[in-house]
C-alpha cells in the first residue's frame, strides 16, 4: 500500500443477524437503511435477533422490515426464515409449570407476568415491573428460586432493565443463530453478528466477525 494507510478487506458475510435495542434502533436512521440496501444488493439475507416478540419488533422496525428476511425473536425460543422456497417457523416452548409459583410471588417481588404463546403454547415468560423498579440481580435470583428444581433445570432467566425474562434451557441468541444458519445451509461462522448487551456475546462469538455497539 505504500504511504496509504492498512485496509483490511473483511470476507463477505452468507448472512447477517442484527440486535434492535441498542443497535439498530441506536444508530442513525439513515445510515442503517443504507446499509440494509447495500446488503440487499449483494443478495445477502438479513435477519433480527432480538428478545422481543415477532409483533413488537416489527412494530419497532416498520420502516425497514422489508429489508429482512426473519429472524430470532423472544431471545431464540422464536426462529422465522422468510426466503421464498425455504419458509420455515419454529417455536421452543418452555414448561408451563413454572407459572403457579410466578404467580405465587408476584405481590411481594411486584411484577406482573406476560407470556408469549403460540398454539396456546408458552414459549416466553416476561416477568414485568414498574420503570422505576428494575431488577436487580439478588432479586432475580430469589424470584426464580421460587420454582421447584424439577422444573427450574428445565429453565434459564435474565435480565433486562424491568424484565426479568424466562426460556427454555438452551435457548438463546446463539441457537437461534445456529439453528437459522442450518437451515440456511451454511456455518454459523460464515455469518456476521451486531449487538450490544450480554444476550448478544453468545451470538458474536459463535459468528466469524462481529461487531459490539460502543454506546450499548
Not at 433480527?48 to 429472524?71: E, Q
Not at 459468528?207 to 455497539?213: A, D, E, F, I, V
Amino acid at each position: 500500500f505504500g504511504p496509504y494507510p492498512l485496509f483490511r478487506i473483511p470476507r463477505r458475510a452468507k448472512a447477517v443477524f442484527l440486535d434492535i435495542e441498542g443497535t439498530l434502533l441506536a444508530a442513525e436512521p439513515g445510515s442503517v437503511e443504507a446499509g440494509l440496501k447495500a446488503l440487499a444488493g449483494e443478495n445477502i439475507p438479513v435477519f433480527f435477533a432480538t428478545t422481543l416478540p415477532y409483533k413488537d419488533a416489527v412494530r419497532r422496525c416498520m420502516p425497514i422490515c422489508r429489508y429482512f428476511s426473519g429472524g430470532i425473536f423472544a431471545a431464540g425460543a422464536h426462529l422465522r426464515l422468510m426466503n421464498g422456497a425455504r419458509e420455515k417457523e419454529y417455536f421452543h416452548c418452555l414448561d408451563e409449570s413454572c407459572i403457579p409459583d410466578l404467580q405465587s410471588a408476584a405481590r411481594r417481588y411486584h411484577f406482573r407476568i406476560l407470556s408469549c404463546r403460540s398454539n396456546g403454547r408458552c414459549y416466553k415468560l416476561t416477568l414485568l415491573r414498574a420503570h422505576r423498579r428494575p431488577w436487580d440481580s439478588a432479586q432475580a435470583g430469589e424470584v426464580f428460586l421460587q420454582i421447584p428444581d424439577s422444573t427450574r433445570k428445565n429453565l434459564r432467566y435474565f435480565i433486562e432493565d424491568n424484565c426479568l425474562q424466562i426460556t427454555a434451557k438452551g435457548v438463546d441468541k446463539a441457537y437461534g443463530v445456529q439453528k437459522i444458519c442450518a437451515w440456511l445451509g451454511i456455518r454459523p461462522q460464515e455469518a456476521y453478528a451486531a449487538g450490544d448487551s450480554s444476550e448478544d456475546l453468545c451470538m458474536m462469538q459463535m459468528t466469524g466477525s462481529s461487531y459490539t455497539n460502543p454506546a450499548g
